[in-house]
């Protein structure tokens, strides 16, 4: 794969007459093919899953020093890779007084605006801006960092809507918040030529996909398996690097939180309404997810849910290679990173333990996302006097791992649709999960004809170690139970969560998106 | 002592040149001889005073030297008795600086920070839970689930924990985020704590098992850790405060093992360690109410209503403890307070 | 360096008409500066010798000498002055008294050396007096430079009162040792100045070396930045050069000059009304130096604090123009100042030069003088703005301006005979002043642009 990798290409965009290297270029914001988990390994299975289509994979990520080697093998289909990273961004330059260009900054002050109305922006704004955007007879770095038009609309905005004190705060906020658009314009420009896009998320990668279908007229498709947007708000409502204004003299309970912090997510919402705006289909995992998309801005007609699956032939033979006891081994499949909330797992497994003292408990995933929490949760285990019955296994062929286990335990405070309780469903496990995503559905059933199928396990609230502990025992000792429940898992992935489902609609989509592309057919001799 | 000849050579050399400068009648010749016993001069006297610099003033040695040389030999005589008293005298006689107790300042302009006082609903301590449970729309609880950030601890967790079952996701997970930063926070503490403890000897690691001991109770008190995990919580904060009880008792630490026994709802044994903590001289304030909640729950009513008594004789008793009191003495003589 | 400005304020507050006199006599003090002080001292020993042994041309032999000393001492030392302030500034700024006693060090042992070598060097390959002149002049040189290195330190003293006493008693050291020393002739008269500069050079070393006593005793962090060094070296080094020129290119004009001692020439004409008019700086300075390093540096103080310390923009706003406002009602006020002095002299400058025995033939070129010694002031201020607000690129430009300008006009008011004398000086500074005055409002209106903007620069 090396060849492939940091390949850029310096085309002209506006040149049609070269010929697109692939069919469609999945923007991948911090996932495949260099941190695993759920999006990649379903990132994974659409490369091989439609190998007559080929792929340009444009990789960005926060800082270089997160990301190691990669993680998957690239498949023949892909044909380029380029990586980015979004940290790398300085606000530096040569500090000259200048300008700047006066016309298209208002057009980028009309797109603010609309921002803030929660309008529908106007098609010809969106193109001006981000054809603009970076380009040297519009807005370049130079012009954004130390023209006397941004000074002007900094200071301006400042005055009509900041409320909060600190001009020197507004002052950079906006400056780191919009330099790495700059990079990605960059990257938008000299991104190689091919027919459609697909973005896995909205966010940086989403807004990527706007700039290459403004810039290039071709179609972009929106997969997104949590919301973006919503997992941002959740982090910036928490973000210690924003200070907001404290009030000194009241003793009231303020719920507003700063300006900044405002400003910050309503960057990131911008963000997604403009990827939504410009997609020609946006897809979403489950229905919950779907709502979601429309509340933000989608326009429903573009909305449809296609739901993962899964290859449930794959698993029989892990059936067959289950042993005859039921094995007291609670597994946690997934990325060890706060989101899983492996520690609710952990403390629970307190509980589990104090009750039978030799279950044990398998964290089953990668550890190089988030070392500190790792560390965190491993000093966890050991202040509860854990280490002989919870242990991390790292990244395992989840093949060798499913017999051995009793219980797949799931207990994410935000998920979409886990792969992993279908798989578990498959490999004949039952499901403890948190009460995320569409976890309830994938456990007690969706529709009328689902539901009787009966419950592949139980559904417990987030962050409850008790209940978790109680529903695991409560499986794990009565065999009964557990029986009813693998049988009813079983039934439920192979009646509706099947991967042929899967491929069968993205091809359907993809086909249909390059009918409608301006861009000539990829040669393939 | 060879500073006495130093001054002495260097003062003999200086006038010995003077004289023959003025008594060749300033000749060519002379300035010769002059500058070079001048300078002979300036070599001694500038080592004199080398000497005589307060001590981190000579390192480095060479440049100070050559410094003091080069004064001395520019400017003849005036230089050298210069040297003496404007700097070596003043190096000795630094001027105090006291930081004054208090400055004048102008008086300030008002301040243009107009902080935008939202309009919007600020609700009461009870309200919140009430909001978190009742209202209908999500954006409504996801405010006070950010507006509890300003209560005390204890109830914010609790309404965090009220917030995790939310039906709606973002409001599970701002409550979950922040609980998380929580727990985070007294984590690395109690890591960090652990860590000097291992090191630490004598008064000073006795000190830090009091503090690690507060953390672990901290983590259970708050809320953050429940069932299984705050009783090895708490369970940790005992064995850790054991050894400190044991003679010479620790005053601070009884405290602390009463309260873990309260919360365990060992009634009688918290008794005990309230009342030794008293006996080791804890404030009365801080143990008296204690006491009184371990009679009530031990079904010593005679002595609740002593306690309270004697909770209310120090007259520093709580406000919000005025309906308590005004049950329990009811009859008897209220405090002054 | 704002320390100054704080006691100015502390005695203006005492809001009595004593406080008053007595902050701008303080002010006058500090502000016109030793060298004007110097002009005054060293006038009255050549006038009181005058009347005693010695002959008139012994006496201008000393003034002269004195007066070359001055200049030469002051262009020499400018090329460290202003960077030097700077430096220390910055460090009080910062807090970081310990190190300034080492490099106060520093920069004297490099002057003294410096200025050792270079007076050496001119002595041995110009002059041809006796040795004992030569050593006098030398020694008195190297005094002088040191002098100006330490009276940089005195806008941030806090003992203004000993600051007064020392002056009085330095300059009376000066006058009773040269008077007594007349027997010796022109070197007695030297060596009385001499004793009288070196008393205050170590005396006020022994006040700031009490002040900031430190941790070695020799260092050259002065030195350090290298970019920050140059442009204000040549600033400094282009203002105290310009504000010469044109003496030296009367001096150096046969037409308009005598040979007095040695190499040394003087031109009656041009010197004795030029600095008979800069006595008429000491009201102006004492304005300036209340109104810009009391009022505008904490304007200037407020402004900034605002910026970082993260004010509403409306404030920052607010807070510049009352800056700006300072630095313009300051610059007003010198102006007013020095125009009320202006027509004073020019009421009664007739009076004056009679009075001390002038020829009146001078008058004109007094006038002339006046006006633009006054316009000198008003550059002071503006480039003390622009140092506040660190334009070192601009500061830089004005005064080589004022430099070249100087140079030029001068050559030509030679060229155009005897009724244009002086104007070259007075055209030069007031078109410096004119043109400072408009790149300075033109950068202060894109003030905050830059601030924000540009920053790291």
């Known amino acids: ?62 800082a270089r020093e997160h990301y190691g080697d990669m993680q998957y093998e690239l498949p023949d289909n892909v044909k380029h890779l380029e990586v980015h990273y979004m940290m790398e961004t300085s606000l530096e330059g040569n500090p000259r007084a200048r300008p700047g260009n006066a016309e298209k900054f208002a057009d980028m002050r009309e797109l603010h605006r609309a921002f803030k109305r929660n309008d529908i922006i106007k098609p010809e704004v969106m193109q001006s801006v981000f054809n603009s955007l970076g380009a040297a007879d519009g807005i370049t770095k130079e012009d954004f960092l130390f023209s006397e038009q941004a000074w002007k609309t900094i200071t301006e905005d400042y005055q009509q809507y900041c409320t909060e004190p600190s ?91 700063g300006y900044i912090r405002q400003m910050w997510i309503r960057f990131f919402e911008a963000l997604g309404r403009m990827a939504y705006q410009q997609a020609t289909q946006i897809i979403s995992l489950y229905d919950g997810n779907r709502q979601r998309q429309i509340t933000d801005g989608a326009p429903e007609q573009k909305c449809q849910v296609v739901p993962n699956g899964i290859d449930p032939e794959r698993f029989t033979k892990l059936r067959e290679q289950r042993p005859e006891a039921l094995p007291k081994v609670l597994g946690l499949i997934g990325r060890v990173v706060p989101i899983k909330d492996i520690k609710t797992f952990i403390r629970a497994m307190r509980v589990v333990c104090d009750r039978m003292p030799d279950a044990e408990g398998w964290i089953i995933g990668p550890e190089d996302e988030d070392p500190t929490y790792v560390q965190e949760c491993k000093s966890l285990v050991e202040s509860f006097g854990l280490e002989n019955n919870v242990k991390f296994l790292g990244f395992q062929n989840i093949a060798d791992v499913l017999p051995k286990l009793g219980l797949m335990v799931l207990t994410s405070i935000s998920e979409a649709q886990p792969l992993v309780i279908l798989e578990a469903y498959a490999a004949g496990i039952p499901c403890v999960a948190t009460d995320v995503g569409s976890c309830r559905e994938l456990i007690e059933g969706l529709t009328e004809e689902d539901k009787a199928l009966g419950a592949g396990g139980t559904v417990v609230s987030i962050a409850d170690p008790e209940a978790t502990a109680q529903a695991a025992l409560e499986l794990l000792g009565d065999e009964d139970k557990w029986l009813a429940a693998q049988h009813a898992g079983l039934k439920r992935v192979s009646q509706f969560y099947t991967l042929e489902r899967m491929f069968s609609t993205y091809r359907d989509l993809y086909l249909d998106s390059l009918e409608k592309s301006s861009w000539p057919e990829l040669d393939l001799k | ?37 001048h300078f002979c001069a300036s070599l001694l006297f500038s080592l004199f005073i080398l000497s005589l610099l307060p001590k981190h003033y000579q390192r480095p040695i060479i440049p100070t030297y050559f410094a003091l040389v080069t004064i001395q030999f520019s400017i003849p005589v005036l230089g050298s008795i210069g040297t003496v008293l404007g700097i070596l005298l003043a190096l000795y006689l630094p001027r105090h600086r006291h930081s004054a107790p208090w400055r004048e300042v102008n008086i300030p302009d008002l301040p243009y920070q107009p902080i935008n006082i939202s309009s919007e609903a600020l609700y009461s301590h009870g309200g919140l839970t009430q909001v978190l449970r009742e209202a209908s729309d999500p954006a409504k609880r996801l405010k006070a689930v950010m507006a509890s950030k300003h209560i005390n601890p204890r109830d914010h967790v609790r309404i965090l924990r009220e917030a995790l079952k939310d039906p709606v996701d973002d409001v599970r997970l701002l409550a979950y985020a922040m609980l998380d930063d929580k727990e985070k926070k007294i984590t690395e503490r109690m890591n960090q704590h652990q860590k000097e403890l291992v090191k630490a000897k004598g008064e000073h690691h006795a000190r830090l098992t009091l503090v690690l001991a507060q953390d672990y109770w901290e983590m259970a008190y708050l809320g953050l850790a429940q069932g299984g995990v705050r009783q090895h919580f708490l369970n940790k904060a005992i064995q850790l405060l054991q050894p400190l009880v044991e003679y010479p008792a620790d005053a601070m630490a009884c405290r602390m093992l009463g309260r873990i026994y309260l919360e365990l709802e060992q009634w009688d044994v918290a008794n005990g360690y309230f009342l030794r903590a008293l006996a080791l001289g804890v404030e009365q304030k801080h143990i008296l109410p204690y006491l009184a909640e371990t009679s009530f729950r031990m079904r010593r009513y005679k002595k609740v209503q002593e306690y309270i008594q004697r909770y209310v004789d120090t007259g520093t008793a709580d406000p919000g403890f005025i309906p308590v009191m005004n049950y329990w003495l009811k009859g008897a003589s209220v405090g002054s307070s | 360096m704002a320390g100054i400005g704080f006691e100015i304020r502390k005695i203006l507050n005492k809001q009595s008409l004593l406080s008053v006199l007595e902050a701008y006599g303080y002010a006058a003090l500090i502000g016109s500066g030793p060298w004007v002080l110097s002009v005054i001292g060293v006038m009255i020993i050549g006038i009181l010798s005058f009347g005693l042994v010695l002959p008139q041309s012994l006496i201008i032999q000393f003034l002269v000498s004195v007066t070359y000393l001055m200049a030469s001492s002051l262009i020499l030392t400018g090329v460290l002055q202003l960077m030097f302030t700077r430096f220390i500034a910055d460090r009080l700024f910062e807090n970081k008294q310990h190190i300034i006693f080492s490099n106060l060090m520093g920069a004297l042992w490099l002057t003294i050396a410096v200025s050792g070598i270079f007076g050496t060097l001119v002595l041995w390959l110009l002059f041809d007096e006796s040795l004992i002149y030569e050593m006098l002049m030398l020694a008195n040189f190297v005094v002088l430079c040191g002098l100006w290195i330490v009276v940089i330190f005195l806008s941030s003293m806090k003992a203004y009162r000993a600051i007064v006493a020392l002056f009085l008693i330095g300059y009376l050291i000066a006058v009773v040792a040269a008077l007594s020393l007349t027997a010796f002739g022109l070197p007695g008269l030297l060596a009385g100045v001499l004793l009288g500069h070196g008393f205050l050079f170590f005396s006020f070393l022994y006040l700031i070396v009490r002040e900031y006593p430190g941790e070695h005793f020799v260092s050259f962090d002065f030195t350090q930045r290298r970019q920050v060094f140059l442009s204000l070296a040549l600033t400094g080094l282009f203002f105290n050069a310009a504000v010469w020129i044109d003496k030296f290119i009367f001096w150096f004009t046969p037409e308009t000059s005598q040979a007095v001692i040695g190499p040394l020439r003087a031109s009656l004409i041009y010197d004795l009304p030029i600095f008979l008019a800069y006595l008429s700086i000491i009201p102006g300075m004492a304005v300036f130096l209340v109104r810009m390093e009391a009022d505008f540096a904490e304007h200037y103080d407020n402004f900034y604090r605002s910026v970082r310390e993260g004010d509403t923009l409306e404030h920052i706003w607010y807070l510049k123009d009352r800056m700006i406002y300072t630095a313009r009602q300051g610059i007003y006020e010198i102006f007013k100042v020095q125009g009320v002095t202006v027509m004073i ?32 002031v008003l550059l002071l201020a503006i480039l003390n703005v622009m140092f506040y607000l660190d334009y070192r690129r601009l500061a830089l430009g004005v005064c080589a301006l004022f430099f070249f300008a100087n140079a030029l006009l001068t050559v030509l008011s030679i060229e155009l005979g005897a009724a244009f004398f002086g104007y070259g000086f007075a055209v030069s500074v007031t078109l410096t002043v004119l043109v400072g005055l408009y790149l300075l409002s033109r950068k202060l209106d894109r003030l905050e642009y830059e601030t924000f903007m540009l920053q790291g620069r």
């Not at chain 1, 093919?33 to 990520?61: C, E, K």
């Not at chain 1, 919301?227 to 003793?251: C, F």
């Open chain 1, 167 to 257: 001009f020197i705060d507004y002052f950079w906020s906006v400056r780191i918040m919009h330099a790495p658009l700059f990079m990605l314009s960059d990257i938008a420009r000299k991104a190689p030529p091919v027919r459609m896009l697909h973005t896995i998320s909205t966010g940086y990668a989403g807004l990527l996909g706007v700039m290459m279908s403004q810039q290039r007229d071709i179609p972009l498709l929106i997969s997104e398996h949590g919301i973006y947007t919503k997992e941002r708000k959740i982090d910036l409502a928490q973000a210690n690097w924003i200070h907001d204004p404290v009030d000194a003299m009241g003793s009231n309970l303020q719920a507003d939180s």
């Open chain 3, 345 to 376: 002299v020019l009421l009664l400058g007739k009076d004056i030069l009679e009075l001390i025995g002038i020829s009146t033939l001078y008058l004109r070129l007094l006038y002339i003088d006046v006006v633009g010694v006054s316009m000198q």
């Open chain 2, 1 to 37: 002592m060879a500073g006495k000849w130093l001054v002495i050579q260097a003062i003999f050399l200086e006038i010995a040149g003077l004289s023959l400068f003025f008594y060749l009648d300033s000749s060519v010749a002379s300035l010769w001889s002059y500058l070079f016993s």
């Open chain 1, 1 to 62: 794969m090396d060849p492939l990798k940091h390949q850029t290409q310096h085309n002209s965009v506006s040149q049609k007459k070269h010929k697109p290297i692939a069919d469609v270029a999945l923007l991948l914001e911090g996932t495949y093919p260099y941190i695993r988990g759920g999006v990649s390994s379903w990132v994974h299975q659409i490369l091989n899953g439609l190998p007559d289509l080929t792929f340009a994979l444009i990789f960005l990520g926060g």
